[in-house]
């Protein structure tokens, strides 16, 4: 039978060496507070967009439905053929907007990687 002082182990620190750990181990400890707080202040903050998203979605929905409304009572506009083809002319020239890609996170990661080597260097 193995007794129980052969599974202990024994680790010797130096003072300052003790002191370092410690102090690292409690600011760790209050950052991961810090991070904890600033969670739950984002989760606060999501469910107020959340909520206020779906404020947004109904009275949208309230104004659609008012302005079908108020096009059934206007009078519908006669334009003439010539004034159409001029319309479609300046539809079809009209500037093609471009999307741009936002960088990706990896990509990000990576850069700020390169920095922190060049940095070393």
């Not at 810090?34 to 947004?56: F, G, T």
């Amino acid at each position: 039978m193995v007794s129980k002082q052969e599974n202990l182990i024994h680790l010797k620190f130096d003072y300052s060496e003790g002191k370092k750990a410690k102090r690292d181990i409690l600011s760790l400890e209050a950052d991961i507070l810090k991070v904890s707080k600033i969670i739950s202040k984002y989760k606060e903050l999501r469910l107020q967009e959340l909520k206020n998203k779906m404020v947004l979605h109904s009275k949208l929905k309230s104004l659609n439905r008012d302005i079908s409304i108020i096009e059934r009572y206007l009078p519908k506009l006669k334009i003439p053929k010539i004034l159409k083809k001029e319309e479609e002319i300046k539809q079809d020239k009209a500037p093609i907007k471009t999307i741009t890609k936002s960088r990706t996170i990896e990509d990000q990661l990576r850069e700020i990687q390169e920095k922190l080597k060049s940095l070393e260097d």
